[in-house]
């Protein structure tokens, strides 16, 4: 089946200093890509919808100017959490969908903890 | 309001037995998806089955079938002949053809051990 990975798995960072999350789709071309974020032991939220060529849209109470979202071609869509704070410690999950089918696939995750 | 249910928050279910995770949605689209999805201790959202509003049958994948009673608005999750591996979180999901295509919403999700 369709493959989407992201990088890093895993990442600590101080407080104040800017991330960035790669989410690609390895093996098909993805106009269009889906940014979640999981609190432990809650639902997934969506973020934003990646748009390859134009802007992100987000959605309501997601800060655009703090979490960056650039979908740079047709196959890499990345999140940066910019200036993080520890309440943006959280599990940050991408997904694509399949064009002319029903799945959607999602990244691995990554796991952002900001100290 | 919530436009997917799951009202068990936990379940448990012996090896070998079958269980049911309950889901229900509220949309007014007629055309809709509505997908179940396996989130292991590891965070991976592994997708389970999809069921279209329009399908006239039951969508079944293996050991995993949905039981879709669209007057009702639910979408049941029916897996036979659990496995320990099958403890996990299952997230139950609707993908709706208004707005952002592929969109999908989920419930808050169900925890399922299986136990000897």
């Known amino acids: 089946g369709a493959v989407v990975s992201q990088h890093p798995s895993r990442v600590i960072c101080k407080s104040g200093t800017s991330v960035k999350i790669e989410c690609r789709s390895l093996?098909?071309?993805?106009?269009?890509m889906f940014w979640y974020r999981q609190f432990p032991k809650k639902s997934l939220m969506l973020m934003a919808t990646?748009?390859?060529?134009?802007?992100?849209?987000?959605e309501q109470g997601v800060e655009k100017d703090k979490f960056l979202i650039n979908h740079a071609s047709l196959t890499l869509s990345t999140l940066t959490v910019t200036s993080a704070h520890p309440e943006d410690s959280s599990f940050y999950i991408c997904?694509?969908?399949?064009?002319?089918?029903?799945?959607?696939?999602f990244g691995p995750g990554t796991r952002l903890t900001v100290l | 309001a919530q436009k997917i249910t799951q009202t068990q928050p936990g379940m448990f279910v012996q090896e070998k037995e079958a269980v049911t995770l309950d889901c229900t949605y509220d949309?007014?689209?007629?055309?809709?998806?509505l997908f179940w999805y396996k989130q292991p201790s590891s965070g991976e959202m592994i997708f389970l089955i999809y069921?279209?509003?329009?399908?006239?049958q039951n969508a079944t994948e293996g050991r995993y079938s949905l039981n879709f009673q669209k007057a009702r608005k639910s979408a049941n999750l029916v897996i036979s002949a659990s496995q320990l591996g099958d403890s996990a979180m299952y997230f139950c999901?609707?993908?709706?053809?208004?707005?952002?295509?592929?969109?999908?919403?989920f419930g808050t999700g169900t925890r399922l051990q299986v136990t000897l």
């Open positions: 949309t007014s689209d007629p055309s809709y998806g």
């Open positions: 069921q279209g509003s329009y399908d006239q």
């Open positions: 999901a609707m993908r709706e053809r208004t707005g952002t295509a592929s969109k999908l919403t």
């Open positions: 997904s694509a969908p399949l064009v002319g089918g029903n799945e959607q696939f």
């Open positions: 093996d098909f071309q993805a106009t269009t």
């Open positions: 990646s748009n390859e060529g134009s802007k992100a849209t987000y």
